[in-house]
């Protein structure tokens, strides 16, 4: 069964620095992989997703993720800071995007200003 | 474009009321997948509709159902509320059958049980 694992389920960086979510995903790769975002108190939103073709994926508000076969990782990449930024981020395989989702518990990420 | 909405926003309901939650799909969704987030957990997968019949269950008793609507619009019902049933219900409405695509969810109804 595919699977995902998040590196840190706290991450806190300074506002202006780089942000790093990691995610690695097993060796039964997915066809899909989505980050979504989780702002405080609110749903989800879809930041971006890999699905087949660039393997560098650009998605709202600055983010972006490489997927690296070679790595089995699909790491969220942000190369400034915004303490908008303050959210749970979660990265979640798919067969084909429309069944059913497996979250994990996510990677919080804290801005310090 | 219209995105997914639900309602209400909140709900206080006691142990042993029953509750109904509603969601609009996005424009041109035929799908519609419920979600239960418990604090401090990821989302955990309930069940889906498509085309107004289920296409796919978690592990949530038979208490937990739902209706989806010609209009694709959909509801979840819970009998027979438990205090483990607070949490934030989140509906998620996407393209389904040969197109199927991404997922788009909705702002979540915050469920307190007392």
């Known amino acids: 069964a595919q699977s995902v694992t998040q590196l840190g389920s706290h991450v806190s960086v300074s506002e202006g620095a780089l942000v790093l979510l990691r995610c690695n995903y097993s060796?039964?790769?997915?066809?899909?992989l989505f980050w979504y975002v989780q702002y405080p108190n609110q749903g989800l939103q879809l930041l971006l997703k890999?699905?087949?073709?660039?393997?560098l994926v650009k998605g709202i508000n600055g983010f972006e993720a490489e997927f690296k076969k070679s790595e089995t990782s699909f790491h969220l990449t942000k190369p400034s800071a915004h303490m908008s930024d303050a959210a749970e981020y979660f990265c979640?395989?798919?067969?084909?995007?429309?069944?059913?989702?497996?979250f994990g518990t996510g990677t919080r990420l804290t801005i310090i200003p | 474009e219209t995105g997914v909405t639900q309602s209400p926003t909140h709900l206080i309901k006691t142990r042993g009321q029953q509750v109904t939650l509603r969601c609009s799909s996005q424009?041109?969704?035929?799908?519609v997948s419920w979600y239960q987030q418990a604090l401090g957990q990821g989302p955990q997968f309930i069940f889906q509709?498509?085309?107004?019949?289920?296409?796919g269950r978690g592990n949530f008793p038979p208490r937990f159902s739902g209706l989806q609507f010609p209009n694709y619009s959909s509801e979840l019902n819970v009998n027979a509320l438990e205090l483990d049933d607070s949490a934030l219900y989140l509906c998620?409405?996407?393209?389904?059958?040969?197109?199927?695509?991404?997922?788009?969810f909705g702002p979540g109804t915050r469920l307190t049980v007392l």
């Open positions: 509709y498509y085309r107004e019949e289920e296409n």
């Open positions: 979640v395989p798919s067969n084909f995007g429309n069944e059913k989702l497996t």
């Open positions: 998620a409405s996407s393209l389904g059958g040969i197109y199927a695509d991404t997922q788009y």
């Open positions: 424009s041109g969704h035929n799908t």
């Open positions: 060796s039964s790769v997915p066809p899909y």
């Open positions: 890999y699905t087949t073709g660039a393997t």
